[in-house]
């Protein structure tokens, strides 16, 4: 068997080369030039915001 084999089966591969299993967002490309973002879970409204020190803070 060859590495590109041992590799590409989905129980050998190693946990550091498996795709993420959750969905993955570029926090920039959420906030927009705006700076903020609106996030809704059970029609509560959370606002996304990136602090100048480059810190994601998630607010009710």
Same mark, same amino acid.
């Given at each position: 068997?060859?590495? &590109?084999? @041992?590799? %590409?089966?989905?129980?050998?591969?190693?946990?550091?080369?498996?795709?993420? %299993?959750?969905?993955? /967002?570029?926090? &920039? @490309?959420?906030?927009?030039?705006? $700076?903020?973002?609106?996030?809704?879970?059970?029609? *509560?409204? /959370?606002?996304? @915001?990136?602090?100048?020190? $480059? *810190?994601?803070?998630?607010? *009710?």
């Amino acid at each position: 068997m060859t590495l &590109q084999t @041992r590799l %590409s089966d989905p129980d050998r591969t190693p946990p550091a080369m498996r795709p993420p %299993s959750n969905p993955v /967002y570029d926090a &920039q @490309r959420l906030v927009g030039d705006e $700076g903020t973002a609106m996030i809704v879970l059970d029609d *509560k409204t /959370y606002t996304l @915001r990136i602090t100048r020190a $480059g *810190k994601l803070i998630l607010t *009710k």
